[in-house]
């Protein structure tokens, strides 16, 4: 494969698109699979497109065998040269050879092996839609290189914590926030139906959307990150809570350290309340997109109920996980009542006061 005379990389056919936006991408997430499968066609692509490109640069940032941080950080600041263009096609095929090795999973080394082409597709893109792909791309790798700044260390004997809770906001939205304004600007620019909606008020819940679900992921991998060296809860918090990161590996602080977990809860529960808007903000027409948005909520709030219900929050066996039936249910159930503003309130408020009754 080489470069053409333009300059640009290779076009890729319907089969090499195909595989990308099926074998590939179900290959590195089963649950955004199916969300981006149900989406419209015109805005499949360009949000399945950011999807992989940001699950390739967060694998680059968690890639243990590059060695020393900084290499880490110089594969995510190459990665960030390639997105701002122009591509490179020397340089990515090396980025790809350095980031998938032996210990990648074969989706991992899938997604690499296919960096050319989703670097392609994306330079393919419209004006608008490729700019809208290499801003949230710009952001994330922020966030990751923040991540990899704060959190030095690879283990628990190196455990760090964010500062306050002006830090852990500024973090969910530079790897999750961003998102919800990124697709909310794709969104707005290709579905008809949004032309009358207050665009603003959209993003502004949609960034909320996403630290909603990126809060629950934090509170839900508690016990993993702390034995890798990350506590994202503040640290001014927890002393209040006279805690320290440390003392989070213990489970008999579990009772203690609620003081400090519940309050992230009710605001992920908040922020929730943000994604109910932007999910009813769309027309009840535009069902495909309904969904879209409507599964990540409904997982998010499920998630939510089963960590406020555990009594073994901090266990480092404790697995929060919403099953794989639950999931397929939830979807069975969503079709019949996704135009249906009343019943979809009714669903998301029985989730909120489950987390509610359980904290």
Known sequence: MSRSSSGRLPSVDTAGRNRIFNQILKGVSRSFYLTIRVLPKNIREPIGLAYLLARAADTISDRKHLGLRGSRMEGLETF????????????????????ADSMSTPGERALFASLVELFSLMESLGP??????RCVLSTLIQGMELDLSVFPGQDARSLTGLSTAADLDRYTYLVAGCVGEFWTNVITAHEPGLSDRNISDMIQNGVKFGKA???????????RDLRMGRCYLPVDELASARLTPEDLLDQVNETRSREVLIPWVQTALYNFDAAEEYLLAIPRSSVRLRLACLWP?????????QLT????W??????????RRWVYLMMLKSLPV????FLLQRWINGLRQKVLTSD
Do not use: F, M, W, Y
């Open 80 to 99: 960030r040269s390639q997105v701002a263009g122009p591509s490179e096609l020397n340089v990515l095929r090396r980025l790809a050879t350095d980031s």
């Open 128 to 133: 608008e839609d490729l700019g809208q792909v």
């Open 213 to 223: 679900l990126q809060l629950t992921n934090i509170l839900r991998d508690i016990p």
């Open 297 to 305: 909520l409904l997982l998010g709030l499920a998630t939510l109920v």
């Open 309 to 312: 219900g555990s009594k073994a």
């Open 314 to 323: 901090l266990h480092r066996d404790q697995s929060i996980k919403v099953s």
């Open 338 to 341: 996704v135009t249906s503003d």
